[in-house]
């Protein structure tokens, strides 16, 4: 990508975040657009993404990113909190959460290609020192490291119902799971809720936002960990999908 082009998209996704009011300085708007940049070029290797357009990619990657710091906002983001991001992907929405908030995190993904690419993206990029990647599953990861975080996203992974069980271990008191959905049908919605009661979990937050330019519809939804759960959890690996709550 030119410089000139990654400048003008940097000018855009400052204009076009403070919309959903998150306001990035210019050294974090073009840190979030140096990361798309590295996307790119890995891309052309390794099958992070089918997103190529630079301006498509900005909304459907960097802006969709960005909604979850919008969603986050309201609990009062103190700079001790830990974030984890499951089925990160590309780095999505992890890295922009991470530059946005300032925060430290882990970024997890099933796939170790993809979470290498992720690794060098954050070195790159100067987070080495606050975001730790690894290959693992969001059921092995709770063994490890139970109710060790405060927020944890899900962009594009699993049905509601499979996010709330992996995100329930994991997550402090009060934590809250931030998961992001096109659209949602009344029936994934009904047994999410079901799901949440089982896992000791309360929605609190439910939003709809529309990208720029009818790029497309998001529902934000934030479940907040206000009870003890009612079952065994983590669940062996696979449980969570193959026989959901």
Known sequence: MEQMQAAKLTS??????????????LEQADKIVSHLV???????????????????????????????????????LK?????????????????PFAIATGLSG?????VGKKIKAVDEFSAELGLS??????????EQLALERRAQFNFVLARAVASLNVL????????????????????????????????ADLCGLSLVSRETFELPD?????EIYVFQ??????????RPVGMAKNKPL
């Open 12 to 25: 855009q996704l400052q204009r076009e975040s403070e919309i959903y009011g998150v306001n990035l300085s």
């Open 38 to 76: 590295l996307l790119g070029e890995k891309n052309k290797q390794l099958n992070l993404t089918r997103i190529t357009d630079p301006n498509e990619a900005l909304r459907l990657h960097l802006l969709d990113s960005l909604l979850f710091v919008t969603a986050s906002k309201k609990f009062c």
């Open 164 to 195: 709330i069980e992996y995100a329930s271990p994991l997550l402090v008191s009060n934590g809250c799971l931030i998961a992001s959905k096109a659209h949602l049908q009344e029936i994934e919605f009904s047994s999410a809720q079901r799901a």
């Open 225 to 234: 960990k206000t009870g003890n759960e009612k079952i065994k959890l983590p």
């Open 79 to 95: 700079s001790s909190d830990i974030f984890l991001d499951i089925g990160s992907g590309g780095g999505f929405p992890g890295i």
């Open 214 to 218: 009818d790029s497309g519809h998001r």
């Open 129 to 138: 020192n606050r975001i730790e990647c690894k290959a693992t599953r969001a």
């Open 106 to 110: 882990v970024l997890i993904d099933s």
